[in-house]
């Protein structure tokens, strides 16, 4: 099992940056995948970004690319999303996501991600 905890939205003017974490606790393995997801209100829930638990390999969707760069933080066991030049569009619930079969097709649907936390919000203003 693997227990996700969330933290770090808020509101912020458009422009602006804010940084989420995810501290990750119980079993992890090299091979995980570790997952951001966003899900606006009345829209599906949305792939953002994906690190590898171990090495450089990063994924980030079209529409983040080049504002949103995912980090780790392996000796605390912590992801971060750093979110720069954040839009109105922005504005969701941002989840952190597990997937334990590690890198490979399908990575940006959420389907294929085995644990998830609670969700932090982030609302961008304009």
């Known amino acids: 099992q693997v227990q996700l905890v969330e933290s770090g939205g808020g509101l912020v003017q458009a422009g602006g940056s804010l940084r989420l974490s995810c501290a990750a606790s119980?079993?992890?393995?090299?091979?995980?995948?570790m997952g951001w997801f966003r899900q606006a209100p009345g829209k599906e829930r949305e792939f953002v970004a994906a690190?590898?638990?171990?090495?450089?390999?990063?994924l980030y969707a079209g529409s983040v690319k080049g504002r949103f760069t995912i980090s780790r933080d392996n000796s605390k066991n912590t992801v971060y999303l750093q979110m720069n030049s954040l839009k109105p569009e922005d504005t969701a619930l941002y989840y952190c996501?597990?997937?334990?079969?590690?890198?490979?097709?399908?990575?940006?649907?959420?389907?294929?991600?085995?644990?998830w936390g609670q969700g932090t919000q982030v609302a961008v203003s304009s």
């Open positions: 996501a597990v997937r334990a079969t590690g890198w490979g097709t399908s990575i940006t649907s959420p389907g294929t991600y085995n644990y």
């Open positions: 119980g079993r992890t393995f090299s091979s995980y995948v």
């Open positions: 690190i590898r638990w171990t090495g450089a390999r990063t």
